[in-house]
């Protein structure tokens, strides 16, 4: 009876502990596929172990029920009281474990924390160090191209900045610590005619005309860092000077030592001599001014004396010695009138016509009437015409005067030499506004000490009694009157290596108008260069 009391209790025992041996492997296995699945999952592992623990203890628990449960159905307690204390030390032994796995849980799970943290931040350093190598392999792939791009534009830049240091029309040139030469650009090397290599290491006081100019140059630069429009004087290779408008910036190291300069030069001698020249027009229209009233102021009382003498000549018989007293106040009292009348002509007081003029003829009729005299200093003449020049609008009996004036000037320089060679040149160029004559000697020349008066009045080479100092300041109205320039070399080609004693006038008349700045510049120096002639 009591057997069968007790029977539902072991059915359910049975089935229980069975049951438990069934969800504990079931459990152990899918903790196992989800470790196997994620190995690095440490909850995944963590259960796996759990599982097991559990399932052994399950095992240990379920199989002692059963056999104990078996054993007694088999009516054999004396078999289960022989194992029942083995089947609870291995039930203890299993439910440790399980407290074990569960008591280190905690521990774990902060190991875990700690090495997710950790491999968070490794992941993100691999995140970053990954960005890093994509930005460092793009940066390879275009660092080429960007060295490319940047090799081409300081190229640019620099080419751009040496064409401005070679093309420009000043000079510019740069100088050491020593005040040594470094560099300079092909207009500097024109200015001073000196090569390259001949400008290798030179000191600036080779190139200024006064060494003490260099003291003056280093210590502005050096005090203020730069110097602006300093008017300097340069000498040139051949010893001839320039005048130059200096603009110099000083080079600074770190520790601000002075490493050396950079400097600009204008060439101002052209802009001196118009300046010169300038004040010479100006003098010269003064002096006109007032030649002209003295001219009219004298030439009345000129005219009585003259008037009178002649009158007195008639009551005295010739040869005797008032009459030839008259004379010398006859003869003398006309040189004074034709000082006044070249005055009058200076000052361009007298009546010009206007016609259409071949220069060509002109200068065919002036040697024609003084070639004689020529000859017999034995000069010899030469032409050089050209045969389309065109005619232009003159007054020919003035243009005469001046050629007249020229040629006397060059019969004077070389008759003392013995003889020479007079050239008469014209010349025109097609598309352009300017006639150009040009009447060169092999005379003498002249000192440069004079080059600069030359146009003035009453200025002449000539001893006394050899010429008044008016006919080249007369050629001088007569050509400025025609709106043309005249200007001299002497000796004729500069002062370069192909240079030939004597002295050259050029002139050039315009087709109409006057010449502007144009035909001035067009190759040829300016009016009045101050290089000599003969004044008449």
């Known amino acids: 009876m009591d057997g069968i009391l007790f029977l539902p209790a ?15 492997f079931l459990a152990w296995r899918y903790a196992r596929l989800l470790s196997r699945r994620q190995p690095d999952n440490f909850v995944w592992g963590y259960l796996y172990y759990v599982t097991f623990a559990i399932a052994a203890f399950a095992i240990s628990r379920a199989v002692g029920h059963l056999v104990k449960q078996f054993l007694l ?194 060439d101002l001698t052209r802009v001196k001599i118009m300046m010169e020249q300038l004040a010479a027009s100006e003098k010269m229209a003064s002096v006109g001014q007032m030649a002209a009233g003295v001219a009219h102021e ?18 005295f018989t010739q040869g005797s010695e008032p009459y030839q007293n008259l004379q010398v106040i006859e003869r003398q009292t006309k040189a004074s009138r034709k000082i006044v009348a070249d005055l009058l002509k200076f000052s361009r007081m007298s009546v010009s016509t206007r016609e259409e003029v071949n220069l060509n003829e002109i200068l065919v009729d002036v040697v024609s009437v003084t070639e004689h005299c020529l000859a017999l200093s034995h000069i010899t003449l030469r032409f050089d015409l050209e045969q389309s020049l065109p005619v232009i609008t003159g ?11 020229l040629i006397n000037n060059a019969h004077y320089a070389m008759q003392d030499m013995g003889g020479g060679e007079l050239l008469m040149r014209t010349r025109f160029k097609e598309g352009s506004r300017p006639v150009v004559i040009e009447i060169s000697d092999t005379g003498h020349g002249i000192p440069e000490k004079d080059h600069a008066r030359i146009f003035d009045p009453f200025f002449t080479t000539k001893p006394v009694g050899k010429g008044t100092g008016l006919g080249l300041s007369v050629s001088y109205g007569i050509v400025h009157e025609h709106g043309g320039l ?26 109409r108008g006057k010449i502007g700045k144009e035909e001035q510049a067009e190759g040829t120096r300016p009016l009045l260069e101050n290089n000599g002639g003969n004044n008449g």
């Open 10 to 24: 072991i059915a359910l025992d049975i089935v229980g502990s069975s049951a438990n041996i069934v969800f504990s």
């Open 73 to 266: 159905i088999a009516n054999l307690p004396d078999a289960w009281a022989a194992i029942s204390s083995y089947s609870g030390a291995g039930n203890t032994l299993f439910m440790v474990s399980v407290a074990a796995v569960m008591i280190f849980y905690h521990k774990g799970v902060q190991a875990y924390e700690v090495l997710e943290h950790e491999a968070g931040k490794l992941k993100i350093a691999n995140r970053n160090l990954g960005t890093a190598a994509r930005e460092l392999r793009d940066l390879n792939q275009t660092l080429e191209q960007k060295v490319e791009a940047r090799t081409e534009e300081l190229s640019r830049s620099e080419r751009k900045f040496r064409h401005l240091f070679s093309a420009s029309k000043d000079m510019v040139f740069f100088s050491d610590a020593g005040n040594r030469l470094v560099d300079m650009n092909d207009s500097g090397f024109e200015m001073l005619g000196y090569s390259r290599e001949e400008t290798a290491g030179l000191h600036l006081s080779q190139l200024f005309s006064d060494p003490g100019d260099v003291g003056m140059f280093s210590r502005m630069l050096a005090r203020d860092g730069y110097i602006k429009d300093m008017n300097l004087v340069f000498a040139r290779k051949d010893g001839t000077v320039i005048t130059v408008l200096l603009s110099a910036t000083a080079l600074f190291g770190e520790g601000r030592e002075m490493l050396g300069s950079e400097v600009i030069a204008k």
């Open 298 to 315: 004298i030439n009345t009382p000129l005219g009585i004396i003259l008037g009178y003498a002649q009158l007195m000549m008639d009551e």
């Open 395 to 405: 007054d020919p009996e003035k243009l005469r005067q001046v050629f007249v004036n």
């Open 486 to 511: 005249i200007e001299i070399e002497s000796p004729v080609g500069g002062t370069g290596s192909g240079t030939v004693p004597g002295t050259l006038f050029r002139i050039r008349f315009p087709l």
